[in-house]
């Protein structure tokens, strides 16, 4: 019996290890077939039946509370609530207290215990009371979880942090110990705080679309919830309104803000038979439009589980320091066991003294800072993406983009709009009155394709009155890359590249094709019973954006730009002069293209492939990342690629190349400034100067810089000048 996979929302997931721990645990439970934690969105993933009872009890180490993720609107609506609840100052500051009023309480019985140091000295009955109740009530939570783990022969940060609490009261340093365990519970909270401002991002995103919609139900138009809105029901959209779901314009006509699922700055009209996505804004006009997608199956929605889902795809530098961290955590202990008892035994020096160095090397050894070095870098970048319209399914892509060395491009539909007009139609003989005929003839036969080429010559057809309906098409055949062939009224067509038809090799035929495609034209011959009968020439504009992209590009590092294109190479090479790419591949059949990527490959190591996500598959695949161009339009671009920009603006492109490698310069920046903290702290362990108020410091010092370095990528624009050039 196969099993399903349930989603579980997650409340009280403070740190990277707890996660792994709890993800462990699950998946020992008898009626859990297998688990997966995403640490970055809070949640659980789980193949079985387990019941939310089980699955709190293999969280009760941190008291964690689960409840089923079923993705309805009523449970983001009371999350919005609750953000606007504590938006003022003091609304903060009473959210604050409420949520670690244990730490102020504790705050305070520190501050009365040091005042009573100083009036009745350390040793005093009421000293020692007040620093063991501010202990007690910041860190019970910590010293149950370090004894539970200890029992267990199970070895995290709250096991340091218990056995130096312990040890350091044992040893009448009730003071430092107090602080320590306040500074330990600060350290936890901002830890906590930092996850949830990068997490921000993922909620802006599930907030954008809204609770509820006009919809057309028995001749009248009334308000419902979006999740009881079904296939093909009609919605009814006010200027200023937010669009509830996916669907087709079916009459009207505005311009609409796309910029919470795309990116795009710019306005775009939505006329009759236009798409438009669930979240984006109606600006100005009245429209009617019939859903296609159900509130689960939106491109919000499949762009928030995407995102969701790439958290947990780690990056090798993730992978590695939680490995690191498994054997890191024992070391540590080891090395301070040695440096309690090797003084005292080989050099007669003061086992009090020694010891307490001990403890310090626990509390300097905590891990926090080198394990959330990298999940909340991913997070932020990830979250910052995606609301500017670019969708990264995983930190190993963003990764791996950070080191791109070559670029490779398609042309239709990528570094041009996509969208060839016809500009040229010749007759090849001398029989001119059937020209038209012809035309109509071709365009009944385009009419079955969905190749840009071919729309091209059906809208063609149709501004020029021919009407092509009338035709009956029998054994319609499509050769990938190279054209299609087809009967009517008995005649044989074949529509292709100049290349499929010996008769093009004349010379005043091939002269015609050459001049227009040195003018940057793409040209179609048609032959009719082996007889060549048509040219058809059309041309597709450079996207406006292209240039400037692949200017900026280069201006990043990225050397090596190629366009690959099934187009001839006369019209390639004219359209890569244009762009200034350095290279150009053209007459390429998919399989052509798939060995030019591997050939980029041998040559410049990681390489990236830009195209539509459905005809350059194959290459997207075998790219070291593949990107997809308008991936908000079609599923198969969000499932297929690794990186999907959701508009057609190819500025974009540059914008997250910079947001990788930033992302890696800051994930390298905080694993070193983590470990180099420690190691400087460990060192003042020779001279003896290493206290218990030092390692604390270093430790929740690492925490709070690693986290707001990390957080920074909340914030980098996709319009910011220091994005798109160096």
């Known amino acids: 019996m196969i099993q399903s996979r349930k989603t579980y929302k997650i409340e009280g997931l403070s740190c990277a290890n707890c996660a792994g721990k709890f993800e462990r645990n699950v998946r020992g439970l008898a009626s859990v077939e297998d688990a997966q934690v995403n640490f970055g969105a809070s ?113 995290d940060m709250h096991t340091l942090m218990t056995i130096a609490v312990v040890g350091g009261a044992i040893i009448g340093q009730w003071g430092e110990v107090a602080a320590v365990v306040i500074l330990f519970a600060i350290s936890e909270a901002l830890e906590t705080f930092s996850m949830d401002k990068a997490r921000q991002s993922m909620q802006s995103l599930m907030d954008i679309a809204p609770d509820e919609a006009t919809v057309l139900r028995n001749g009248q138009w009334v308000n419902v919830p979006v999740e009881d809105i079904e296939l093909n029901e009609t919605l009814y959209i006010k200027p200023g309104q937010k669009i509830a779901l996916d669907g087709i314009v079916i009459t009207g006509r505005a311009a609409v803000n796309q910029a919470a699922i795309t990116g795009e700055s710019m306005l775009v009209e939505k006329v009759e038979g236009a798409e438009v996505f669930a979240g984006t804004l109606n600006e100005d006009g009245v429209l009617e439009v019939r859903v296609t997608k159900t509130t689960a199956h939106t491109t919000l929605a499949k762009m928030i589980q995407l995102v969701e889902e790439a958290q947990v795809n780690q990056t090798p530098a993730q992978a590695f320091i939680e490995k690191f961290a498994r054997y890191y955590t024992p070391a540590i202990m080891i090395i301070a066991l040695l440096v309690a008892i090797i003084p005292p035994i080989v050099l007669h020096q003061s086992f009090l003294t020694w010891l307490y160095q001990g403890l310090a090397v626990l509390v300097v050894g905590c891990p926090c800072a080198l394990v959330i070095a990298t999940p909340i870098s991913i997070v932020s970048s990830i979250g910052n993406a995606a609301k500017n319209g670019v969708l990264i399914k995983g930190g190993i892509h963003l990764e791996q983009m950070s080191r791109i060395r070559a670029l490779a491009f398609d ?222 339009s079609t599923d198969t671009a969000l499932e297929t690629a690794d990186i999907a920009l959701l508009s057609d603006d190819m500025s974009k492109l540059p914008f997250t190349y910079r947001l990788s490698k930033k992302t890696m310069r800051i994930i390298k920046a905080n694993i070193t400034f983590a470990i180099a903290i420690k190691l400087f702290a460990l060192l003042l362990v020779v001279p003896g100067w290493l206290t218990l108020w030092i390692a604390v410091f270093s430790d929740m010092g690492a925490t709070l810089i690693v986290a707001l370095n990390a957080i920074r990528l909340l914030y980098v624009k996709a319009d910011d000048p220091e994005v798109v050039a160096d």
């Open 411 to 632: 042309k239709t539909g990528t570094l041009t709009v996509g969208q060839p007009e016809v500009t040229t139609v010749i007759s090849l003989t001398e029989t001119h009155d059937l020209a038209d005929k012809w035309i109509g003839q071709v365009a009944a036969i385009e009419n079955r394709s969905d190749h840009p080429l071919a729309r091209a010559i059906v809208r063609y057809a149709q501004t020029q009155h021919h009407h092509f309906e009338q035709y009956d098409v029998t054994d319609f055949r499509s050769q990938t890359g190279q054209g299609v062939t087809a009967n009517i009224e008995g005649q044989q067509f074949v529509i292709g590249q100049p290349q499929l038809f010996k008769a093009a090799q004349s010379s005043s035929t091939a002269k015609q094709v050459q001049q227009l495609q040195e003018h940057g034209h793409t040209v179609i011959l048609v032959s009719v019973d082996d007889q060549l009968r048509l040219l058809i020439a059309m041309r597709d504009e450079v996207r406006e954006q292209s240039q400037k992209a692949i200017q900026a590009l280069r201006r990043l590092g990225i050397q090596h730009t190629v366009m690959l294109t099934g187009d001839n190479r006369k019209t390639a090479q004219a359209m890569a002069q244009k762009l200034e790419l350095t290279d150009v591949k053209a007459d390429l059949m998919p399989v052509d293209k798939l060995n030019q990527i591997e050939q980029l490959k041998r040559q410049y190591g990681a390489v990236a492939m830009v195209g539509d996500g459905v005809n350059d598959a194959p290459a997207l695949a075998s790219a070291s990342v593949g990107i997809a161009m308008g991936g908000a």
């Open 43 to 155: 949640k659980i993933y789980v193949t079985g039946d387990p019941t939310v009872e089980e699955l709190e009890g293999a969280g009760a180490f941190e008291n964690l509370k689960l409840t089923l993720d079923d993705r309805k609107k009523t449970a983001v609506s009371s999350d919005k609530a609750a953000t606007v609840q504590a938006t003022s100052w003091l609304g903060r500051a009473k959210n604050f207290y409420e949520t670690h009023q244990s730490i102020c309480v504790a705050t305070l019985f520190m501050f009365l215990g040091y005042i009573s140091h100083l009036m009745s000295g350390e040793n005093h009955m009421m000293t020692i009371l007040l620093f063991a109740c501010s202990i007690l009530l910041s860190g019970s939570e910590l010293l149950i979880r370090g004894v539970k783990n200890l029992v267990h022969l199970e070895f």
